[in-house]
């Protein structure tokens, strides 16, 4: 059965953007706002029938800002970008931009989806090839801080999929400040090598203090690990 865990809001007043994160009542009849986030523990059935117990963290107020800033401190909305929506909408079969104009959400450009930037969808090994693939996945994930002006610039690390130099997405690039997150490795992306990358270790952990991204998960995402092993593997040194 659905059951609702969360809503977050980000409201616009006077004085700027505000985060708000609410959580259901076990009637799910309601959800109250929570300023201090809340711990939870989440009973769940997975596809193959196993039940677990999964940890789960709603934000506090403040954490909102962790990834809803901008290079003047502000915080915004994140927002989608024309990359990840255009591709088919599963319960129409419509190009998600197209529905969306057709819903009048989104204006009608003078281009058509086909002529607008596109991402491939991470896990469809018929999409793009395994480099493509592999910095869509970042670039969905991880690009929100990580990117030029966002709360992560100061690292260096760009996993913008528009990112063309290598050392800034990662490949032999030192870390600026990774202290115990770096596991003791040299570089956040080491080619043919992902048991010696940082970014593939932080990616593994559960750690609060070493995983990434910092906040929103407490499982580790295994076919995304297996697709950044194969694409760092992949990489001539």
């Known amino acids: 059965a659905i059951r609702f865990i969360e809503t977050r809001l980000l409201i616009h007043k006077k004085n700027g953007w505000k985060g708000y994160p609410y959580v259901w009542n076990e009637e799910q009849t309601e959800a109250y706002l929570k300023v201090a986030g809340k711990r939870l523990e989440i009973p769940i059935r997975w596809a193959n029938g196993e039940k677990a117990i999964v940890p789960y963290a709603v934000p506090n107020m403040n954490q909102c800002k962790g990834c809803h800033i901008n ?125 010696q990358s940082i970014l593939l270790y932080r990616m593994k952990s559960t750690d609060p203090g070493i995983m990434m991204p910092e906040l929103g998960r407490a499982l580790v995402h295994k076919e995304a690990i297996a697709l950044m092993e194969d694409f760092i593997r992949s990489l001539e040194e």
């Open 71 to 195: 290079a003047d401190k502000k915080l915004i909305p994140i927002g989608p970008k024309i990359r990840n929506l255009n591709r088919p909408y599963e319960e129409t079969g419509l190009n998600q931009i197209t529905y969306l104009q057709k819903l009048g959400y989104l204006e009608h450009g003078e281009k058509k989806p086909a002529e607008l930037p596109r991402v491939p969808e991470p896990f469809l090994a018929t999409s793009g090839s395994l480099a493509e693939r592999a910095r869509s996945y970042l670039d969905g994930n991880c690009a929100h801080c990580h990117a030029p002006g966002l709360p992560a610039d100061t690292s260096g690390l760009y996993l913008n999929y528009t990112e063309t130099r290598p050392l800034h997405w990662g490949l032999n690039k030192p870390p600026v400040a990774a202290g115990r997150g770096s596991g003791g490795f040299s570089v956040d992306i080491a080619p043919g090598k992902p048991e």
